[in-house]
């Protein structure tokens, strides 16, 4: 019953680390497939029971829930520039190195007012919350699988644990 008990954590886990992978699609969060690639999960098992433990690199939740003109620091600081340099370069396929720098700069700059994602980028669709998503997507299917795998161990529990008839009538016959 322990690998039964098993199964359904992977496929439980297998189930939401889809949708987590469709939602920040979706939501066109994919660049270099980086944070895609870092999607996974880890099941811990205990004597009671257990969990699905999810984990993506730690920009997947600034990406998730966005950030807000305050929470940017440094708005201007070069390692950051160099990543929206990248971004213009990857994202809005800019090839020339000064007008991906002034892109950047551009983009440092409406940050800084607006926050992530900007206005503009969230009139072009849904830009937060892919985790919350990929959660109420899959929130029915879990809750079935779970439901499926408690009847098969209360049935088993109750099975194996109830004498055999034709035994017992062997016991009792006259």
């Known amino acids: 019953m322990d690998q039964d ?27 270099t497939g980086d944070l895609i690639d870092t999607i996974n999960y880890k ?5 009671i029971g257990g969990r ?16 807000t003109p305050s929470q940017i620091k440094k708005p201007f600081a070069k390692p950051r520039i160099e990543g929206l ?3 213009a370069k990857l994202k809005l396929g800019i090839s020339d190195d000064k007008e991906a720098l002034s892109v950047a700069l ?9 926050g992530m994602p900007t206005k503009n980028s969230r009139s072009m669709g849904k830009k ?15 809750e079935k699988m779970i439901s499926e795998a408690m009847e098969y161990i209360i049935t088993t529990l109750i099975s194996n644990s109830l ?3 034709e035994e017992n009538r062997k016991f009792f016959s006259l």
Request: glycine content about 6%.
């Open 163 to 165: 004498p055999d008839y």
């Open 106 to 114: 551009a983009i440092a700059k409406k940050h800084s007012v607006e």
């Open 52 to 67: 699905i433990d999810f984990y993506l690199n730690d920009y997947g939740i600034y990406q998730n829930y966005g950030v």
């Open 85 to 87: 340099q990248r971004f």
């Open 43 to 47: 099941i811990e098992s205990t004597d």
């Open 5 to 31: 008990i098993n199964n359904l954590y992977v496929q439980i886990g297998e189930l939401v680390k889809k949708a987590i992978i469709y939602n920040f699609k979706i939501q066109d969060h994919v660049m």
């Open 128 to 142: 937060l919350d892919a985790l919350g998503d990929a959660i109420k997507d899959t929130e029915k299917e879990v």
